[in-house]
């Protein structure tokens, strides 16, 4: 089983409370569809469900009470709190099936409601509408010259990259998403992706599709917790 991490891009009034809200929100049926902005506008979102995926897996405005059928759908994935945020939004993790990496969906408010319910991705075009998927274990290695400026910061440092690539894998945007606190490393993991200009292809259900990778790069694996906790 693979995981679905729901980000929400939070800065409303209604949205901001913090994680405790946003947990609450996700438990409760009606206040969700209360946050629901009328329309909503959905991109780049995968279901688990046969129904929801052919109803709400497209581009599209959402009006009315069909509002609440997208609400079923998303929380019919079991969004859960994953204890952090990126940047400020809340992630929280939830089941999803049939997809090889993680998927994130990011909820972007208007006002002080949900405004847009897609990929959480910074991209124009074509690629704002693709869904966004995500994976935490990426390494590139550093260049000795730039060893001594992570080793200054506890020796572990870690980026976000968001590459986008089209049903073969080959590559139609690449940025800088989230920098770490040595931009030199930061300036390294961006021509690593320069370079690239194919990525592994996405499956979903059986077929190739185009997504945005929201990629975490570390400098290195994370060391091991004293005592294997």
């Given at each position: 089983m693979r995981s679905c991490v729901l980000l929400v891009l939070?800065?409303?009034?209604?949205l901001a409370?913090?994680?405790?809200r946003i947990e609450a929100m996700l438990r409760s049926r009606d206040a969700f569809v209360a946050l629901l902005d009328d329309p909503v506008q959905v991109r780049g979102v995968l279901f688990a469900d046969d129904t929801c995926q052919r109803r709400f897996g497209h581009p599209q405005m959402v009006h009315g009470s069909d509002r609440g059928?997208?609400?079923?759908?998303?929380?019919?994935?079991?969004?859960r709190s994953l204890g952090f945020r990126i940047g400020a939004a809340f992630a929280l993790q939830?089941?999803?099936h049939d997809l090889g990496d993680d998927?994130?969906?990011?909820?972007?408010?208007?006002?002080?409601?949900i405004g847009t319910i897609g990929g959480a991705t910074a991209m124009s075009g074509r690629d704002a509408d693709l869904p966004t998927t995500t994976r935490f274990d990426t390494i590139v290695a550093p260049s000795t010259a730039v060893e001594p400026s992570i080793a200054k910061v506890g020796g572990h440092v870690s980026v976000a990259m968001e590459v986008c690539h089209d049903e073969?894998?080959?590559v139609t945007a690449r940025k800088l998403a989230h920098a770490s606190t040595v931009a030199a490393y930061d300036a390294e993991v961006v021509a690593h992706y320069a370079a690239i200009d194919r990525m592994k292809v996405t499956v979903f259900r059986g077929k190739p599709i185009?997504?945005?990778?929201?990629?975490v790069v570390a400098n290195a694996p994370p060391s091991p917790a004293p005592n294997g906790q």
């Open positions: 939070a800065s409303s009034v209604a409370d913090g994680q405790s059928a997208l609400a079923d759908c998303l929380l019919a994935l079991h969004p939830a089941d999803l998927l994130v969906v990011g909820l972007t408010p208007r006002g002080h409601y073969q894998g080959l185009a997504v945005c990778e929201l990629l």
